[in-house]
């Protein structure tokens, strides 16, 4: 059975950082496009980052140049390095793993979940 199993959340002061792993068993980590997305309380689900196969990466617009994605594939491992964080970053933060085809922004387009770990960012 797959799982993601994400972890680095927590309480942090606004411009302050953290780090969110993903841990990832049971599928061939290398063969899939992974991603980060969050929800805020109300909100939809939104695309935060992707790293494709081939270590392409994306970023949605609001967190690009303070956010890093990056995989590790002998540790079955993503990151999520997440710096200059601000009130609006509050969310918890999921981990997706995506089949080849679709697109890295779409929430419809990834298989598998992780359970999500809550990010808080307060003044």
Known sequence: QVQLVESGGG??????SL???????????????????R??????????????????????????????????????????????LRLEDTAVYYCAARRLGGSYSRVEDYTYWGQGTQVTVSS
């Open 11 to 16: 309480p942090v002061q606004a411009g302050g």
């Open 39 to 84: 929800q805020a309380p109300g909100k939809a689900r939104e695309f935060v980052a992707a790293i494709s196969r081939i270590y392409t990466t994306y970023y949605s617009d609001s967190v690009k140049g303070r956010f890093t994605i990056s995989r590790d594939n002998a540790e079955n491992t993503l990151y999520l390095q997440m710096k200059s």
């Open 19 to 37: 780090r969110l792993s993903c841990a990832a068993s049971e599928l061939t980590f290398s063969s899939f496009h992974m991603g980060w997305f």
